[in-house]
């Protein structure tokens, strides 16, 4: 399948994905509930929760820059650029088209080849949802009963098991699994074996987090801050809500939204963020409006606060490229 059909498959799909979510997050809901749950709600909690959503992004910069192998780890500006770029990006189109984003903005500021940005990227989404189980796992014993909780907790065990088999795989056959997931580019027109090899060595450089303590320990243990930082602030939102509920709400929350969010969707995984987030309130007795009015606002300061932040990023990363090109030095390669 050439790339343009690959890129028109997966917004379709993105699209329905959220549209069926959309669905799910909008049915039986009393309209008057969410508009009361709406009115008396205190958007003053939103300013400590941005903040601590703040502090949780510069951590997951710090963390994705670690990720990189030393010959090839951009500075942090540029690396904390390419990052905000990437939630621009993810919150304005389908298909999470912001983690391609800041593979090319990372190319353009700071020359990272593709596929190592790309490993980067790969290699992060791995680490992140082996955390979110982990804290899933953690939070277990401390949440309500739920009928789906069992069987997340097998799923997700699972899945747990599937991603520690990659990361063995990596760390003992280096480029032997990336030649062979790579070989479906050789359908591409001018892919060659030796381009492929070539990519195959990149790409693994880029999961250098499977092979390197020295990488892996400060990742992992930056993306468990950061989750439990997002957590928090989930749940300094909800005391806006007053939904009066403990952190362990929160934990599940980021777990149920993130773990949904792997799925391609549409922009800013709308559907998705609030189907998962009342599904996963719903065990605490919270009602299903209560639950959306909470879920519209969360999302909407999880995406509006980053676009803004992305655009941003956007204009200072097309002015140093634009410096780049005409020679000038300076603000354009500095780190």
């Known amino acids: 399948m050439r790339r343009p059909a690959l890129r028109g498959a997966l917004t379709w799909a993105g699209l329905l994905v959220s549209l069926v979510f959309i669905y799910f997050a909008f049915r039986g809901i009393d309209f008057g509930g969410l508009q009361t749950a709406l009115a008396r709600s205190d958007y003053w909690a939103l300013v400590p929760a941005l903040f601590v959503l703040a502090v949780a992004i510069v951590l997951r910069a710090i963390r994705w820059r670690i990720l990189f192998p030393p010959e090839w780890r951009p500075p942090i500006r540029i690396v904390t650029n390419a990052l905000l770029i990437g939630?621009?990006?993810?919150?304005?189109?389908?298909?999470?088209?912001?983690?391609?984003?800041?593979?090319?903005?990372?190319k353009q500021r700071a020359g990272t080849p593709t596929f190592v940005a790309l490993g980067t990227v790969v290699a992060e989404r791995a680490v992140d949802v082996l955390v979110l189980l982990a804290l899933l796992f953690a939070a277990a014993p401390v949440l309500p009963t739920a009928e789906w909780l069992p069987r997340a907790l097998i799923l997700g065990g699972i899945l747990f098991v599937a991603i520690a088999v990659v990361f063995v795989a990596f760390a003992l056959y280096g480029e032997r699994p990336a030649c062979f997931m790579l070989q479906p580019l050789r359908l591409l027109p001018g892919m060659?074996?030796?381009?492929?090899?070539?990519?195959?060595?990149?790409?693994?450089?880029?999961?250098?987090?499977?092979?390197?303590?020295?990488?892996?320990?400060?990742?992992?243990?930056?993306?468990?801050?950061?989750?439990?930082?997002?957590?928090?602030?989930?749940?300094?939102?909800?005391?806006?809500?007053?939904?009066?509920?403990?952190?362990?709400?929160?934990?599940?929350?980021?777990?149920?939204?993130?773990?949904?969010?792997?799925?391609?969707?549409?922009?800013?995984?709308?559907?998705?963020?609030?189907?998962?987030?009342?599904?996963?309130?719903?065990?605490?007795?919270?009602?299903?409006?209560?639950?959306?009015?909470?879920?519209?606002?969360?999302?909407?300061?999880?995406?509006?606060?980053?676009?803004?932040?992305g655009y941003v990023a956007l204009q200072s990363h097309t002015l140093a490229v634009r410096r780049a090109a005409a020679g000038y030095p300076g603000p354009a390669s500095s780190g």
């Open 87 to 106: 939630y621009l990006f993810n919150s304005i189109l389908p298909a999470r088209a912001g983690e391609a984003a800041r593979v090319v903005a990372l």
């Open 192 to 309: 060659s074996r030796e381009r492929i090899e070539l990519a195959a060595a990149n790409l693994v450089r880029g999961f250098a987090v499977f092979r390197r303590s020295a990488i892996a320990v400060p990742a992992f243990a930056l993306t468990a801050v950061s989750w439990i930082l997002i957590a928090l602030a989930f749940w300094i939102c909800m005391g806006g809500f007053h939904l009066g509920l403990g952190l362990s709400a929160g934990v599940l929350v980021v777990v149920s939204v993130n773990l949904a969010m792997i799925l391609p969707s549409g922009p800013a995984a709308i559907g998705v963020f609030e189907a998962a987030t009342i599904v996963a309130l719903l065990p605490f007795g919270i009602d299903r409006s209560t639950a959306l009015s909470y879920a519209l606002v969360l999302h909407a300061l999880n995406v509006l606060p980053f676009i803004v932040a």
